[in-house]
């Protein structure tokens, strides 16, 4: 007898909980909702972008030189006119004579040449005439290098990069100098954009380096030539930082650019992934309360501006209208 009574509860229990995880799938909502908003829209391009300084500096030697003084390091602030490296007066003395002897050769070579100019071929006469003009240029960048063996910044700012060594020959870019005041945003736009966007839009910047902050900018310039990228055509386009003292901004960082070229205040609006589209035009999803077999009917709506995140009602909905996203939709 208590065996079957138990059997009993047992069986119970098992129908009671069957038929409670059937009602409760019935009562899960197979949609999501919300209601249409009054919000702000707005309406951007994103690209990609890199810091760039406006005004800088590469600091070259005209000819290779030993260096015999360096007077600053990487990361050094400067002013104009402040000395930077001395290049050693006897090197470039000694390659003054061998330039000076160099011209003679050459000059030399072709009057010897200009005796039977007649028989040589034009590209000949030619090469003749570049190696003595070559000569000299270079005893000329001698003379020009020997007056001023104490190298000087043209610019105040930051050095970023430094490659001048006592001993060594100077040789490349030797310095590297950025004005930090004038980094800015340079960032490419695709030719199908470059309408949209127009001087004085304003712009938000996030930098990789500061993920979570969103930092606000200006749209300053458009370059009239264009660049080619992947078999893609792009212009390069300026952003100015606004309050440059927000984050500390380096030469070389990258960020994303959001550049705003459509908005709209305070408008009825809904969600862009509540809205959708078909042949008849913008629509949303409502629930059906008058139909025992769909649950759902379309509200279609006449769209404005559609945004990043939200999508302009102009009329078809009003503020507070419950909206709903099937999830099989």
């Known amino acids: 007898?208590?065996?079957?009574?138990?059997?009993?509860?047992?069986?119970?229990?098992?129908?009671?909980?069957?038929?409670?995880?059937?009602?409760?799938?019935?009562?899960?909502?197979?949609?999501?909702?919300?209601?249409?908003?009054?919000?702000?829209?707005?309406?951007?391009?994103?690209?990609?972008?890199?810091?760039?300084?406006?005004?800088?500096?590469?600091?070259?030697?005209?000819?290779?030189?030993?260096?015999?003084?360096?007077?600053?390091?990487?990361n050094d602030t400067v002013k104009k006119g402040q000395?930077?490296?001395?290049?050693?007066?006897?090197?470039?003395?000694?390659?003054?004579?061998?330039?000076?002897?160099?011209?003679?050769?050459?000059?030399?070579?072709?009057?010897?040449?200009?005796?039977?100019?007649d028989i040589l071929k034009p590209e000949e006469r030619e090469s003749i005439k570049k190696a003595t003009e070559q000569s000299r240029q270079t005893l000329n960048e001698l003379y020009a290098q020997a007056s001023k063996t104490t190298i000087t910044s043209p610019i105040g700012g930051i050095i970023i990069e430094q490659n001048a060594r006592v001993g060594e020959v100077a040789q490349g870019t030797v310095i590297k100098i950025i004005d930090p005041k004038s980094l800015q945003v340079e960032a490419l736009i695709p030719e199908v954009d470059i309408a949209k966007v127009a001087k004085g839009d304003k712009s938000f910047i996030i930098f990789d380096a500061y993920p979570n902050k969103v930092i606000d900018g200006t749209f300053v310039s458009m370059d009239s030539g264009s660049t080619l990228n992947q078999n893609n055509t792009y212009f390069k386009a300026v952003i100015d930082i606004d309050d440059k003292s927000d984050v500390m901004v380096l030469d070389g960082m990258n960020a994303s650019v959001d550049v705003?070229?459509?908005?709209?205040?305070?408008?009825?609006?809904?969600p862009r992934d509540y809205a959708q589209k078909d042949k008849q035009g913008y629509f949303v999803y409502g629930l059906n309360v008058e139909s025992n077999t769909e649950q759902f009917n379309k509200k279609y709506f006449e769209e404005g501006i559609v945004g990043d995140e939200f999508v302009e009602v102009i009329s078809g909905l009003k503020t507070g209208d419950i909206i709903v996203m099937p999830e099989e939709k």
């Open 83 to 117: 000395k930077l490296f001395t290049l050693d007066k006897k090197s470039i003395s000694a390659q003054i004579s061998n330039a000076r002897l160099a011209v003679e050769r050459a000059e030399l070579a072709e009057q010897q040449a200009r005796r039977k100019w």
């Open 260 to 270: 705003e070229i459509e908005k709209k205040i305070g408008v009825v609006a809904v």
């Open 1 to 74: 007898m208590i065996k079957k009574i138990i059997i009993v509860v047992i069986v119970i229990v098992l129908i009671g909980g069957v038929l409670f995880f059937i009602k409760s799938r019935k009562s899960e909502q197979p949609y999501t909702e919300t209601q249409v908003i009054t919000t702000d829209v707005h309406k951007t391009i994103n690209m990609d972008a890199t810091m760039n300084p406006d005004v800088y500096a590469d600091i070259t030697a005209e000819l290779p030189t030993l260096i015999s003084t360096v007077e600053v390091s990487i």
